[in-house]
């Protein structure tokens, strides 16, 4: 989720500073798995009982936290292996269920599990798929 995620994303910026200070290569700096961070869990209800309270909660969500947004944007194309999933694409179970959990990855014939570290106890969902959950929280 986003709360854990963006330090992870503000230490790998801040590695390619460092890279970039020492002459080296800051495009170097990159998660060495593939990553999917997920946003959700961050809307307020502002606006309820109302034909477009979803709509309206997601404006102020983008309003209030645009800053955020636009970091962990710019970190999604910024890195290689690093996938973002904006707000409002649904919780973050669903969204691994049923389109981020991969199983096995397939790297030039080397083959791995698949594996999630979430931050509740609902991430052991995955597990349903054959896919390795912890979830800590």
Partial sequence: ?????????????????????LNGDPNKINPLVPVDLVIDHSVQVDVARSENALQ?????????NRERFAFLKWGSTAFCNMLVVPPGSGIVHQVNLE?????????????????????????????????????AG
């Fill in 1 to 21: 989720q986003d709360f854990t995620g963006v330090p992870a994303v503000v230490d790998l910026a801040a590695m390619r500073d460092a890279m970039k200070n």
């Fill in 56 to 64: 309206a909660n997601m404006q102020l969500e983008f309003h209030r």
């Fill in 99 to 135: 389109y981020l959990g991969r199983v096995v990855f397939n790297d030039d014939g080397l083959l791995y599990p698949d594996s999630v570290v979430g931050t509740d106890s609902h991430t052991t969902m995955i597990d349903g798929m054959g896919v390795a959950g912890w979830g």
